[in-house]
T-cell receptor, first 113, second 116 residues
């Protein structure tokens, strides 16, 4: 059974810092991995999708890496801003690409101005 | 990116009534949609998989007669909470899969249901 773990559960940093969020999964045979952002009371915004054949994906100040063999992914946020404050969720498909996602519990990020 | 809408964004209903939530993929066709539920400060939990033109597949512990799912077209899935009770109060989120974009899932903005 696929399980996703995210650490830390919460993180508070001053504005401008670079930071890393961690995600691990128990079954390394994943089809892809997605990072999402969720603001309080809102839905999910897809940030990055990494296919199993890829090692990393970049979008603006965000960089996500994937190491399938070790069952790990990291989300790197450069030059953090107060607007980055949100909960960040990591998710992988349950079995194959055409299946629901298994989510970690998320990392709640606060960027202090 | 692709857009998925949900309606309503929030609803308050009395115990015993039924509530319908719509999930639409606006710019792509989705043969598969998923319904999740999220309680405060918790992550998303899958309720059911909705397949266009066939019956939904429910997760263990989710009552299919209470949470009716209909996926009548390639762009619309509905979740009806029947005979709602206060314990059904939650944040319901749908997602739609765009198979043309590497099976990336796009999520709706969610529906906050409060049952009084």
């Amino acid at each position: 059974k696929q399980e996703v773990t995210q650490i830390p559960a919460a993180l508070s940093v001053p504005e401008g810092e670079n930071l890393v969020l961690n995600c691990s999964f128990t079954d390394s045979a994943i089809y892809n991995l997605q990072w999402f952002r969720q603001d309080p009371g809102k839905g999910l915004t897809s940030l990055l999708l990494i296919q199993s054949s890829q090692r990393e994906q970049t979008s603006g100040r965000l960089n996500a890496s994937l190491d399938k063999s070790s069952g790990r992914s990291t989300l790197y946020i450069a030059a953090s801003q107060p607007g980055d404050s949100a909960t960040y969720l990591c998710a992988v498909p349950l079995i194959s690409g055409n299946t629901p996602l298994v989510f970690g519990k998320g990392t709640r990020l606060s960027v202090i101005a | 990116g692709a857009v998925v809408s949900q309606h309503p964004s929030w609803v308050i209903c009395k115990s015993g009534t039924s509530v319908k939530i719509e999930c639409r993929s606006l710019d792509f066709q989705a043969t598969t949609m998923f319904w999740y539920r999220q309680f405060p400060k918790q992550s998303l939990m899958l309720m059911a998989t909705s397949n266009e033109g066939s019956k939904a597949t429910y997760e263990q512990g989710v009552e299919k007669d209470k949470f009716l799912i209909n996926h009548a077209s390639l762009t619309l899935s509905t979740l009806t909470v029947t005979s709602a009770h206060p314990e059904d109060s939650s944040f319901y989120i749908c997602s739609a899969m765009d198979t043309g974009r590497g099976y990336e899932q796009y999520f709706g903005p969610g529906t906050r249901l409060t049952v009084t």
